[in-house]
T-cell receptor, first 113, second 115 residues
Framework: GEDVEQSLFLSVREGDSSVINCTYT??????LYWYKQEPGAGLQLLTY?????DMKQDQRLTVLLNKKDKHLSLRIADTQTGDSAIYFC?????????????FGAGTRLFVKA | DAGVTQSPTHLIKTRGQQVTLRCSPK?????VSWYQQALGQGPQFIFQ???????QRGNFPDRFSGHQFPNYSSELNVNALLLGDSALYLC??????????????FGSGTQLSVL
């Protein structure tokens, strides 16, 4: 079945780069996403990558995809205290006319000033 | 542009009761998905509604049911509540056929506590 795994915690200093990693199992995944959740809020879509791409850059965010190893990473450049949140990796695959999106357990990013 | 709205924000029920949660999707969206997020966990897919029908379902028992209305809003019903149903219930909307796949827009959730 589908499964998405992430490391649970990451701590970085303000100004450093953060790299959050994720592995997934569904080889039919078409899109892979990164979402951010702040305390008491729902999830916010940060960025996504199509499965035939290797990399996508969006301002401070860089997504790398290794489809062979089913490994996805999110790099946040110049990490700020406001980036402290839970980051979820998600994979989406076609299913019964639509898409089904499965989330990992989330990586808690702590940014130290 | 109204985002995804959910009601109520918090709810306290006792075991065995029934609960109904409501969701209005983002303007222009036609698909609603429901997720359960237990404390410290990622969202778990419950089911998805499109064109007023349940299009797909995750590994949740039949006690979990839903509905989608002609205006695309949706309800999640849970019968015979168990202590383990305590969680944050998230509604997410999307637009079928979006070139970016299933870009989900989430509401802030309903925090359900079962005592």
């Amino acid at each position: 079945g589908e499964d998405v795994e992430q490391s649970l915690f990451l701590s970085v200093r303000e100004g450093d780069s953060s790299v959050i990693n994720c592995t997934y199992t569904d080889s039919s995944s078409t899109y892979l996403y990164w979402y951010k959740q702040e305390p008491g809020a729902g999830l916010q879509l940060l960025t996504y990558i199509f499965s035939n791409m290797d990399m996508k850059q969006d301002q401070r965010l860089t997504v790398l995809l290794n489809k062979k190893d089913k490994h996805l990473s999110l790099r946040i450049a110049d990490t700020q205290t406001g980036d402290s949140a839970i980051y979820f990796c998600a994979e989406s695959s076609p299913n019964t006319g639509g898409f089904k999106t499965i989330f990992g357990a989330g990586t808690r990013l702590f940014v130290k000033a | 542009d109204a985002g995804v709205t959910q009601s109520p924000t918090h709810l306290i029920k006792t075991r065995g009761q029934q609960v109904t949660l409501r969701c209005s999707p983002k303007s222009g969206h036609d698909t609603v998905s429901w997720y359960q997020q237990a404390l410290g966990q990622g969202p778990q897919f419950i089911f998805q509604y499109y064109e007023e029908e349940e299009r797909q379902r995750g590994n949740f028992p039949d006690r979990f049911s839903g509905h989608q209305f002609p205006n695309y809003s949706s309800e999640l019903n849970v019968n015979a509540l168990l202590l383990g149903d305590s969680a944050l219930y998230l509604c997410a909307s999307s637009l079928a056929g979006d070139p970016g796949g299933e870009k989900l827009f989430f509401g802030s959730g309903t925090q359900l506590s079962v005592l």
